[in-house]
């Protein structure tokens, strides 16, 4: 579940971005489904992986057709 404090936030926030005021509801069901598709699409950078990136040794994986 999600806390008051952070309904109010994301209230706020989504009445800055879009103009609108939005019930506790809707906001608690928009906070949720953005969760979630932070949750899907997040993916930790591994520490080798940056090594690479910086010593010029990473490789491009090559397109799957």
């Given at each position: 579940?999600?806390?008051?404090?952070?309904?109010?936030?994301?209230?706020?926030?989504?009445?800055?971005?879009?103009?609108?005021?939005?019930?506790?509801?809707?906001?608690?069901?928009?906070?949720?489904?953005?969760?979630?598709f932070l949750d899907i699409i997040y993916?930790?950078?591994?520490?080798?992986?940056?090594?690479?990136?910086?010593?010029?040794?990473?490789?491009?994986?090559?397109?799957?057709?």
């Open positions: 579940m999600i806390s008051e404090q952070a309904i109010k936030d994301f209230k706020a926030i989504w009445k800055k971005q879009f103009g609108e005021e939005i019930s506790d509801e809707k906001a608690t069901e928009e906070a949720l489904n953005f969760l979630r993916r930790p950078v591994r520490k080798q992986w940056v090594e690479d990136y910086d010593n010029g040794t990473h490789r491009r994986q090559p397109k799957k057709v």
